[in-house]
């Protein structure tokens, strides 16, 4: 089986930048589409971005113009580059991968999850 990494997150000022990395074992990410989820508690975890085959890319409202997801299939890696975070985007991240069919942005159409890193942002 595969199974999900993920790194990167920290405590960081507004305005500042942070980049998350999943990385995947077990299996070649490129047979997989991905996507990165958050979480803070008592809330539902939210959708925040997503790569799919053929390499199209797709963003909540809130981090559109800010995140940026990419692959890396060299590493069998994928990122999440954030530029000028927000408190608001203070959370629990997930990489999550889908072999099947579903929408992007539905945590029920994700077959394997990471185990989350956390990224603080202060005011």
């Known amino acids: 089986q595969v199974h999900l990494v993920e790194s990167g997150g920290g405590l960081v000022q507004a305005g500042g930048s942070l980049r998350l990395s999943c990385a995947a074992s077990?299996?070649?990410?490129?047979?997989?589409?991905m996507g990165w989820f958050r979480q803070i508690p008592g809330k539902e975890r939210q959708f925040v971005a997503a790569?799919?085959?053929?390499?199209?890319?797709y963003y909540a409202d809130s981090v559109k113009g800010r995140f940026t997801i990419s692959g890396d299939n060299a590493q069998n890696t994928v990122a999440l580059q954030m530029n000028s975070l927000k408190p608001e985007d203070t959370a629990v991240y997930y990489c999550a991968a889908r072999s099947g069919s579903g929408a992007y942005d539905y945590t029920s159409s994700y077959d394997i999850w990471g185990q989350g890193t956390q990224v603080t942002v202060s005011p």
């Open positions: 077990g299996r070649t990410l490129s047979t997989f589409n």
């Open positions: 790569i799919t085959w053929p390499g199209f890319c």
